[in-house]
């Protein structure tokens, strides 16, 4: 198991990391490392992926972006091999929003059309 230092994905963690400490680190723990960093998100995202898979593989895959394969091999994964395979030293799951004017909307600087036109494009 991570030690709770690399995954603050739960609402309890980011409320006990506090406000002024996440402002001042960009979400960084005191003394994390960025390899344990990235090894954090690569576990929070794999478990999340392996989650979305098992409970629905078709819509799973384009939501992660992966080929029914990679889906097959990741929702087959034991806890182990996450974990061996979230401390490589790449960042394992890749930003998903690829449109400039979607990712406008989502931050309040844009067309909320956006948003609905490439849900329906899915």
């Not at 995954?7 to 006990?16: I, K, P, R, T």
Request: hydrophobic share 45%; proline share 3%.
């Amino acid at each position: 198991m991570w030690p709770a230092s690399c995954v603050v994905n739960s609402e309890a963690g980011l409320q006990a990391l506090g406000e002024s400490e996440m402002a001042g680190h960009a979400g960084r723990v005191a003394g994390e490392s960025l390899a344990d960093e990235t090894a954090g998100l690569n576990y929070a995202w794999m478990v999340l992926a392996q989650r979305l898979l098992q409970e629905d593989f078709a819509r799973g895959l384009p939501d992660l972006g992966l080929t029914p394969e990679a889906g097959r091999i990741l929702a087959s994964l034991s806890q182990k091999q996450i974990r061996r395979l979230a401390r490589s030293s790449q960042v394992i799951c890749r930003f998903g929003i690829k449109d400039q004017a979607l990712f406008a909307s989502l931050i309040g600087k844009g067309e909320p059309r956006a948003v609905r036109a490439a849900h329906r494009a899915e």
